[in-house]
């Protein structure tokens, strides 16, 4: 769990973050409520966990609140990969 | 009684929230033809205002102009109120046709079909050009009615970061096994006045065979030398595949949009979009009046070469009085807040003191980048623009924020 947090964290920052915004983004850190990731631009962040971990991830699952922090994203994949 | 009290209570619940998250639109009633100087009703039930307006999008002061309204009158005399028919049935007069060839020539592209909004030619034009195979990448600030068109789109969609030219290579690299790759942007966008690199993007779309849909409805009629838009002031007029525009801003200021762009993907709008298929005609008067706009910007920059000249003054006046605003060279000038009372605070005093502005923030722009925004136009005299410099020298020094830059209003206000 902590390596994909790592995984997803890594990716967060370089699709959201602009090189030089100084935002300091965590784990935990709110994506979607704080807005640093909108409803239409988090397409790519739920094509990137479904490749990367072979999952398929429903538009029902999908919602702001599963995707507001890399935990919860990640406790969102960990459920498919049981 | 279908509507009852618990159904009532639903929507009652939800507009409830809507105020107590502080994003409720209040009414207001201009009580005057749209100028730059306007009667306003504000609030409502209040006695009559005199304002200044400096939120419109009438760029070109054109929205009262005597020739255009001469001109709507003429095509309700020649050609009626309206058309009672879509497009394709009944409701295609000369004029129509007249208008397509006009905004076509002016705007440097192949064929155009008008719409009845800008925001239905963006809502038709993805879903009648694009399928599953192909893909839509846009930047992440274009305006909510490319994401809705995006949206009603079988294609895959994907999104760079807000013109980093980096990013957008990269998608385009990694959709190159789509059918076809359209990139999407704002030619100016609304919120922050920037300009999209055109001259860069077109390069990118030549490289990765990508076509490019520019909407252009902040910069018809006075960006570029001779107003023809973004992709005239970035010289790269035969590098744009399809633009989508407004009638209802620069260009007259009623209402109307269209697709502008190569031929067959014209031909296809006109065959299969939804709210080109389903929707009224433009109505003659509106037809009439921006044929006669098109003609006088055609025939004169007179009028952009003044809203630069306004633009650049009225930046210059902001600077010198130490209001932080966003830099850039279109009428579109941000005064960067941060908060979002504050901002709802200042743009309360500018009215008070005869200026009329509006208070934006999330989500109407990212989260802490609270803002009033300044719209300018050519129909401000060099008047205008002083006592709205004045105004907001004025409310900026009330609130402390004069010479102020962004680090030091957050640590004063938050965010």
Partial sequence: MDKMKEVVLEYVIDEYIDEDDDEEVGVDSPLISSGIVDSFSMVSLKRFLENKYKVRLSDEEATPEAFDTVTSICSLVQKHLG | ?415
């Avoid at chain 2, 076509?211 to 001779?226: C, N, P, Q, R, W």
């Fill in chain 2, 1 to 415: 009684m279908a509507y009852s009290e618990k159904t009532r209570n639903v929507f009652t619940g939800e507009i409830v929230a809507i105020k107590d998250k502080g994003l409720f639109k209040e009414k207001r009633f201009i009580c005057s033809p749209q100028d730059a100087e306007i009667t306003v009703e504000y609030p409502e039930g209040s006695s009559l205002s005199k304002v200044l307006n400096f939120c419109a999008n009438n760029y070109l002061g054109l929205s009262s102009h005597p020739d255009v309204v001469k001109a709507a009158h003429e095509g309700l005399d020649a050609r009626g109120y309206g058309m009672s028919s879509v497009r394709f049935i009944c409701g295609t007069q000369d004029i129509h046709r007249e208008l397509q060839d006009k905004v076509s020539k002016f705007l440097g592209m192949e064929d155009t079909l008008l719409f009845p909004s800008c925001m239905d030619a963006n809502s038709g034009v993805f879903e009648a050009v694009l399928g599953q195979d192909d893909v839509i990448i846009a930047d992440r600030l274009i305006h909510a009615s490319l994401v809705d068109g995006i949206r009603l789109c079988s294609a895959e969609y994907d999104t760079f970061k807000h013109m980093n030219m980096k990013h957008l290579r990269k998608k385009l690299e990694l959709h190159q096994d789509k059918r076809t790759r359209m990139v999407v942007t704002d030619g100016v966008f609304s919120m922050d006045g920037d300009l999209a690199p055109l001259d860069e993007m077109v390069a990118l779309c030549n490289e990765y065979d990508a076509m490019l849909l520019v909407d252009e409805s902040h910069a018809s009629g006075f960006i570029g030398k001779t107003g023809r838009g973004t992709h005239e002031h970035f010289g790269v007029i035969d590098g744009v595949d399809i633009i989508t525009t407004t009638f209802g801003k620069g260009l007259g200021g009623a209402s109307g949009g269209c697709v502008s762009g190569r031929k067959e993907i014209v031909e296809l709008c006109r065959q299969k979009a939804r709210p080109y298929l389903f929707s009224n005609s433009l109505a003659p008067p509106i037809v009439n009046a921006s044929i006669k706009v098109i003609d006088l910007i055609s025939g004169s920059t007179e009028r952009r070469d003044k809203l630069e000249w306004n633009t650049d003054y009225f930046r210059k006046g902001m600077e010198k009085a130490g209001l932080n605003i966003r830099s850039g060279e279109t009428p579109i000038v941000p005064v960067m807040l941060y908060n979002a009372k504050l901002a709802n605070d200042m743009a309360r005093d500018m009215y008070a003191e005869g200026i009329y502005v509006i208070g934006f923030f999330f989500p109407v722009v990212p989260a802490g980048a609270a803002r009033i925004r300044v719209q300018l136009s050519a129909a401000h005299e060099k008047e205008h623009l002083d006592k709205c410099v004045e105004a907001f020298r004025k409310v900026g020094e009330k609130y402390g924020i004069l010479g102020l830059g962004k680090s030091e209003i957050i640590e004063k206000y938050g965010n």
